[in-house]
């Protein structure tokens, strides 16, 4: 039984873990208003019309890039970059060597977004970012990892915790990852031909969340859970089961984007298999996670940065009971291209990776910060208005691509149903501007949390109160 | 076991070498890349397009690959790993917003592309396809010869079956109103041509074909069936001004035949795999009756009336 140690307030300044969160902050503003403005299109698609660099297309990737790259995995590495160094109990080996890291990974975001913007795209989902932001994101995770090991291997804490495993491995497979997954031997283009590059597509695109997004989210809760709970973790064993699973199962999975098209069979049944075997690393993290915080879920709920956190758990749940059902082929004839694949992503981003970022960055800026978030009251409304979008979300889309995918299967042509889906759009665009405003909510709230850069006001405000 | 920092990393990076070797490098080296017999290598100026496709984000809402469950378009055949020979990057697709469009070559002809690309709504009414009239007429040029080479050798032989009918159409609609209208009823069969619609007009009937007017044909017939929709100007020949037909024996059977198989070569598309039998006989009858002035809406040669039919007085009521 271990877990992470309650140690003095550190005075050190966190630069790179602030810098990071910061930056997702307002990433996850810009990339919401994104996916607000792509969801308005859908509705009213001659209100943007003809503007280029607005077309619903580029919008789409532009929103999907700006919130899975810059909000939630750099919201999560913000944490790592305070919570590695934290349970080795060292500081960061480098703030100069963060910072650096930080402005490559933020600068490469937003060359690809602006090239997006303006057309020039690999056009592979998730993987839209033209070459020099591909090479600009692998040196970033070079950065980014070359600091947290050598953090890690100047260690005074002989124990590894579990939350060190996943950030580490999770960044190393990561850029891995991105190397194939973009194809970057194949430069420009970014992609290689037919089949195979449809099957390394979404090798990689199952794999940003797999390898990248859901081991820095599980880090997180691994350790904010058992802090905010103030008990030991549950089990060292289910930890090591949870960490090596979740690499062999989820790997495996991507094909199951491709079960209906011209895939080789064995290994659209690798995928299934696979994709229903990720309730084994998904059932011991939870087990794990739920068993430490047993008889303590009070102090989970009542603390906005922990509930953040424990609800994000729950949608990790039902994200992965959603996930293995519908790879499966007789779901899959319904499901398959309708409106019910984005519900199911935006659970997963939103639901499950965002709500633990941010918990987890409430939770550790009073650590860092060594006084009280700026307001609790707003991280519960920010808290309740994201859940309450994602959600509903979440609801409206499944029903439309339910709606979508029977009507299809039953012979309605594509052109005959679209105006069935109309309604959900736009509760759709009502759902995302509860997000939308959550993440300005968020975003004042980091904010004015942060001494240096709320100045006095916040001080005397915190005061006040 | 002991998770020393080199277990971590050692360990995780053998374990995703394996599944890369697995699941990335097998499949990439034994997945045949024989092209399919209907395959052909794309022009320089369907490349070109195809890079249009690519840069706006087309593959978000269209597919391209038709499975075997699918009705839709390009139902008749579905995907094969050798048609994809050429595609890099892959344009597969994860969405169905529009119509998957591995078929779409030779659906349409090219200025019926020319209308739905400068205002998608122009054809489709209620399409929620963005408007792409900002493409340069270079661009746009090019992105109508890729979409038109989507399904290789089927998409040739339909874009031949296009080229072909299109110029009788047009020498019918210079050759003046009377030999048009000529023209149109003489291609559809003997039978349908003396077949007038087998249901009583009612006003719920004309109704639903409102309905269905407003939401299939009003883009290019226009609101009053004179052929001026905000289609018109991009087509050529421009759609029929249905008020002409009045006196010139447009029976229902031939509005049903026109509707159901649309005429290849014009920007009329057929409607048969969207419309079904009574939706096809309902807007024909509103056609009829608002446009044309005259309905033989169930008038003799007749069979058994159908079980639902009703009296006219009881409809009106």
């Known amino acids: 039984m271990n877990s992470p140690e309650s140690a003095q307030v550190d005075t050190q300044s966190h630069a790179t873990a602030l810098g990071y969160m910061i930056s997702a902050g307002v990433w996850m503003v810009i990339g919401t208003f994104a996916g607000i403005t792509a969801g308005i299109e859908l509705i009213a698609p001659d209100l943007l019309g003809n503007i280029a660099w607005l077309v619903f297309g580029r919008l789409r990737a532009m929103h999907t890039t700006i919130v899975m790259f810059g909000f939630a995995v750099t919201m999560l590495i913000g944490a790592a970059f305070y919570i590695v160094p934290r349970l080795v109990r060292v500081p960061l080996f480098s703030e100069k060597l963060g910072m650096a890291s930080l402005f490559v990974w933020n600068g490469s975001l937003l060359a690809g977004v602006v090239a997006l913007s303006l057309g020039y795209t690999q056009s592979r989902e998730y993987a839209e970012m033209f070459y020099p932001s591909d090479i600009g994101v692998v040196v970033a995770f070079v950065l980014m990892l070359w600091n947290l090991i050598v953090t890690v291997m100047r260690r005074k804490e002989p124990v590894l915790y579990v939350s060190v495993w996943y950030f580490v491995g999770g960044l190393m497979l990561s850029a891995a990852t991105y190397i194939i997954g973009n194809c970057m031997w194949a430069g420009w283009k970014g992609a290689i031909f037919g089949m195979p590059d449809a099957v390394i597509h979404w090798f990689y695109g199952h794999n940003v969340l797999g390898l990248l997004m859901t081991p820095l989210a599980v880090a997180a809760a691994y350790y904010v859970i058992p802090r905010a709970a103030k008990a030991p973790l549950y089990s060292h064993t289910l930890s090591q089961i949870g960490f090596w699973s979740i690499l062999i199962m989820y790997t495996h999975i991507g094909t199951h984007h491709l079960l209906q098209a011209p895939a080789p069979t064995w290994l659209k049944l690798i995928s299934v298999v696979d994709s229903i075997a990720m309730t084994i690393p998904v059932a011991t993290v939870l087990v794990n996670l739920w068993m430490t915080a047993q008889g303590r879920i009070g102090k989970l709920t009542q603390n906005p940065a922990a509930r953040f956190v424990f609800v994000g758990t729950i949608m990790y749940l039902v994200v992965c009971i959603q996930g293995p059902f519908q790879s499966l082929p007789i779901v899959q004839r319904i499901t398959h291209f309708t409106h019910w694949i984005p519900a199911h992503a935006h659970l997963a981003v939103v639901g499950f990776v965002g709500m633990i970022g941010w918990g987890t960055c409430y939770f550790i800026l009073p650590e860092m910060t060594g006084r009280p978030i700026h307001s609790k009251r707003l991280a519960n409304l920010h808290y309740w208005l994201m859940f309450m979008g994602v959600v509903s979300m979440m609801v409206v889309l499944t029903i439309s691509g339910l709606i979508q995918g029977h009507a299809w299967y039953h012979g309605e042509g594509v052109y005959r149903v679209l105006p069935s889906t109309f309604l959900y759009n736009v509760m759709r665009v009502m759902a995302g501007a509860m997000i939308v405003v959550s993440s300005w909510i968020g975003l004042y709230n980091l904010l004015r949390s942060i001494p240096q850069a709320g100045g006095a006001r916040a001080s005397a405000g915190e005061v006040a109160s | ?317």
């Open chain 2, 1 to 317: 076991m002991r998770m020393s920092l080199d277990v971590v990393l050692g360990g995780s990076l053998l374990v995703f070498a394996a599944v890369v070797s697995v699941v990335v490098i097998l499949p990439g080296v034994t997945i045949s890349d024989k092209p399919s017999a209907d395959y052909r290598p794309r022009t320089e100026l369907e490349n070109g397009g195809r890079d249009v496709y690519v840069a706006n984000g087309c593959t978000y809402c269209h597919s391209q690959y038709v499975r075997w469950i699918d009705w839709g378009l390009g139902a008749e055949r579905v995907a094969l790993s050798g048609d994809y020979i050429a595609e890099q990057p892959n344009l597969l697709g994860s969405e169905r917003t529009g119509p998957d469009l591995s078929q779409a070559g030779g659906e349409h002809p090219d200025d019926w592309h020319g209308a739905h690309f400068h205002n998608p709504r122009h054809t489709r009414p209620e399409s929620i396809m963005p408007p792409f009239a900002f493409l340069e007429s270079n661009r746009l040029e090019a992105l109508i010869a890729y979409v038109q080479s989507l399904g290789f050798k089927l998409a040739d032989a339909r874009m031949e079956r296009q080229r072909k009918w299109k110029k009788p159409a047009v020498e019918a609609f210079e050759a003046g109103t009377e030999a048009n209208i000529e023209w149109l009823h003489g291609h559809v069969p003997e039978p349908w041509r003396e077949l007038p619609n087998p249901y009583p007009t009612t006003r719920v009937g004309l109704e639903r074909g409102k309905r269905i007017y407003q939401g299939f044909c009003i883009g290019c017939h226009g609101e009053v069936g004179d052929g001026m929709g905000p289609a018109a100007a991009r087509l050529y020949p421009p759609p029929l001004n249905f008020t002409a037909l009045n006196g010139r024996g447009a029976t229902g059977g031939i509005l049903y035949y026109q509707i159901m198989n649309g005429i290849t070569g014009t920007a009329m598309p057929y409607f048969k795999r969207e419309l079904e039998s009574e939706k096809i006989w309902a807007v024909g009858d509103y056609v009829a009756v608002y446009f044309i002035g005259e309905s033989d809406a169930d008038t003799e040669p007749k069979g058994i009336d159908a079980a639902y039919e009703v009296e006219e007085e009881i409809t009106y009521r």
